[in-house]
């Protein structure tokens, strides 16, 4: 069961679920509405647009896990935290998190099942809880939930901005100013859907705020650590692309600029996770060592600046 306390008036019931728990997808909360899974104020509602008013109380009832057909596959994890309750790894480049069309083996949800064999379901589904989701080719820090506990208290960290993200990012150029925070709306690219881009949220963008800071100059490429306050898919590469300084490698956002140096991918990684622990209640750093890549690229720079 799920518990949920409407802190400020919101839109309708199936938004406001999906705002809260976005490991669900729309149309599976829209069916537990229907199903008379979900009640207000302990009465049952399976009207997906009723307005939610301050004070509401939502309890969600989770169907029994439903099995998947994943085979779990055995793959060597980077574990930089693991106890009963969540797992924290450094994910390596060119690791899928989820299985997709045209991943669908050897991603990193086939690992978490061969290594967490007796992994409770997730939200009514037999998978691991990722809580938080890197690109194919960006490296880093990645929290997984191993219980339905971790995943809402993990979630509602990113959420109300508890948790911190920081990462680190070689960028083309170097920025005029020695920090800044970029505020720009995202949403899917109008003109081609496998790309993220600035979109007014009244066309659907979604509210997404980055801070920089520069960490150190190399001639024309710059060190800078990112810090997030929102989540959203490619938000670190789509805003420095805005403010004019793509990250170095990022061919989609990047303009395919040249280095003369082979990278696997952009050079973004998710340096450091720091969130409180769902049922310790002590706070969790977990600091994640760039790859060998990034580094080789870092020394590069720094010979030719």
């Not at 229907?34 to 989770?62: A, S, W, Y």
């Amino acid at each position: 069961m799920i518990d949920l306390q409407v802190k400020q008036k919101a839109d309708r019931l199936d938004r406001y679920l999906s705002e809260q728990l976005p490991d669900f997808s729309r149309s599976r909360l829209q069916k537990l509405i229907d199903r008379g899974q979900v009640k207000v104020n302990d009465c049952v509602c399976q009207l997906k647009k009723m307005t939610l008013q301050p004070g509401d109380r939502i309890t969600l009832e989770l169907p029994p896990v439903e099995p998947i057909d994943l085979i779990p596959e055995e793959m060597p994890l980077d574990i930089l935290y693991e106890d009963e309750q969540i797992l924290i790894i450094n994910k390596p480049a060119g690791l899928v998190v989820h299985p997709s069309a045209g991943h669908e083996t050897g991603t990193l949800v086939h690992g978490i099942l061969a290594h967490c064999p007796d992994l409770k379901g997730i939200g009514g589904e037999q998978r691991p809880g990722i809580v938080h989701r890197l690109d194919k080719d960006t490296t880093g820090a990645l929290a997984i939930a191993k219980t339905d506990t971790a995943l809402y208290h993990l979630q509602a960290q990113l959420k109300d901005k508890t948790a911190r993200r920081d990462y680190l990012g070689i960028v083309h150029g170097s920025p005029s100013s020695e920090s800044g925070t970029v505020d720009q709306p995202i949403g899917r690219h109008p003109g081609d859907r496998q790309k993220m881009a600035i979109v007014p949220v009244e066309k659907g963008g979604r509210a997404s705020i980055t801070h920089w800071q520069v960490q150190e100059r190399l001639g024309n490429y710059t060190l800078i650590h990112f810090q997030l306050e929102t989540g959203r898919t490619h938000q670190i590469r789509v805003h420095s692309a805005f403010i004019g300084h793509p990250l170095v490698g990022d061919a989609t956002y990047s303009r395919n600029r040249s280095l003369g140096i082979n990278l696997s991918g952009q050079a973004l990684h998710a340096w450091r996770l720091r969130l409180e622990h769902p049922t310790k209640k002590e706070w969790i750093e977990a600091i994640a060592p760039p790859p060998p890549e990034f580094n080789k690229l870092l020394q590069v720079l720094r010979q030719r600046a």
